[in-house]
């Protein structure tokens, strides 16, 4: 049974991968650019030494939910784009506080939640909370916080959003839906591009 099982996955994303992985890869991609560019320049002008593996955590989140998705993985695919908000939301504090970064990477403990990282940035950022209010106004993304979407798909909040996996190769979802998870990496492109927006803005 779990031979078969595991058979018809692989021969069900292989067929989903080779009909549309490339044009859903593509998308992400495409629809990850405003992060992508910025990535190329805080790697360029801002690294600190400290924390900066965060942000190629960050890329690499990036090519996971492209890949996921291009084998028809939504899920996964939702888990790797929310990590792309705490992973660089995290580096915005860590950079500048070895200390606390060390502590973490010994301990595990320490990594600061979403809601903090934005007040620290509020508090230490002068003018931070107005930009960003002024970005908000002007998105072009669906949601104002494509953070409360993720999670409410990864914490299964509500009925929509539950798993129903009767067999393995229910994890391959049909293109429309991997196409529509496609759409959220820019939600979460543009919004990640106000908050460094609202950093760097100087």
């Known amino acids: 049974m779990h031979a078969k099982q595991t058979n018809d996955l692989a021969v069900a994303s292989s067929i989903f991968s080779g009909a549309y992985g490339a044009e859903?890869?593509?998308?992400?991609?495409?629809?990850?650019?405003?992060?992508?560019?910025w990535l190329t320049y805080l790697s360029s002008y801002h690294k600190t030494g400290v924390g900066d593996v965060l942000l190629d955590a960050v890329a690499s989140a990036?090519?996971?939910?492209a890949g996921a998705l291009s084998l028809g993985l939504?899920?996964?695919?939702?888990?790797?784009?929310?990590?792309?908000i705490d992973l660089l939301l995290g580096w915005l504090y860590f950079k500048d506080h070895r200390v606390e970064w060390l502590h973490v990477n010994q301990t595990g403990d320490g990594f600061r939640l979403?809601?903090?990282?934005?007040?620290?940035l509020d508090l230490h950022i002068p003018g931070f909370g107005a930009r960003i209010g002024t970005l908000r106004e002007i998105k072009t993304r669906n949601e104002v916080d494509p953070y409360r979407l993720?999670?409410?798909?990864?914490h299964a909040q509500s009925v929509p959003v539950l798993p129903v996996?009767?067999?393995?190769?229910?994890?391959?979802?049909?293109k429309s839906a991997c196409l529509e998870c496609a759409e959220v990496s820019f939600e979460v492109a543009e919004f990640l591009n106000d908050l460094l927006l609202a950093v760097y803005a100087a």
Do not use: G
């Open 24 to 37: 859903i890869s593509l998308a992400v991609e495409q629809n990850s650019s405003l992060l992508v560019h």
């Open 165 to 174: 996996v009767t067999d393995l190769v229910d994890l391959v979802r049909p």
């Open 62 to 65: 990036i090519r996971e939910a």
């Open 74 to 84: 939504v899920r996964p695919a939702l888990f790797s784009m929310r990590s792309q």
């Open 150 to 154: 993720l999670s409410a798909h990864i």
């Open 114 to 120: 979403k809601k903090e990282l934005l007040n620290y």
